[in-house]
């Protein structure tokens, strides 16, 4: 098992700045990598970023290169999401997920994804 807990959401202005911390406890050797994901009112999940434990560089959604940015620090079991730039369309509740394996999905896909946190929101104002 698992368990995923993000923090750092919060309402900020339009061109601001947020960086969220996802924090992993259990079974924390096992991951593979880590994704970011978001989901505004009435729309689907999507994908955000995704960041291997083993190191290269993160995968972002394409929409998003530019103003976000994935890190790691593996010692302390946590991943990043830096956000700059910020938009009202940025406005979502933002979670992380753990991918203990491989598949074949692809890391911008949910079903890649093995355990995930219960999110944080993030409200960018105009």
């Known amino acids: 098992q698992v368990q995923l807990v993000e923090s750092g959401g919060g309402m900020v202005k339009g061109g601001g700045s947020l960086r969220l911390s996802c924090a992993a406890s259990?079974?924390?050797?096992?991951?593979?990598?880590m994704g970011w994901f978001r989901q505004a009112p009435g729309k689907e999940r999507e994908f955000v970023a995704a960041?291997?434990?083993?190191?290269?560089?993160?995968y972002y959604a394409d929409s998003l290169k530019g103003r976000f940015t994935a890190s790691r620090d593996n010692a302390k079991n946590t991943v990043y999401l830096q956000m700059n730039s910020l938009k009202p369309e940025d406005t979502a509740i933002y979670f992380c997920?753990?991918?203990?394996?491989?598949?074949?999905?692809?890391?911008?896909?949910?079903?890649?994804?093995?355990?995930w946190g219960p999110g944080t929101q993030v409200t960018v104002s105009s």
């Open positions: 960041i291997y434990k083993s190191g290269g560089d993160p």
């Open positions: 997920a753990c991918a203990l394996t491989f598949k074949r999905y692809g890391l911008g896909d949910v079903g890649s994804y093995d355990y």
């Open positions: 259990g079974r924390t050797s096992r991951w593979y990598a």
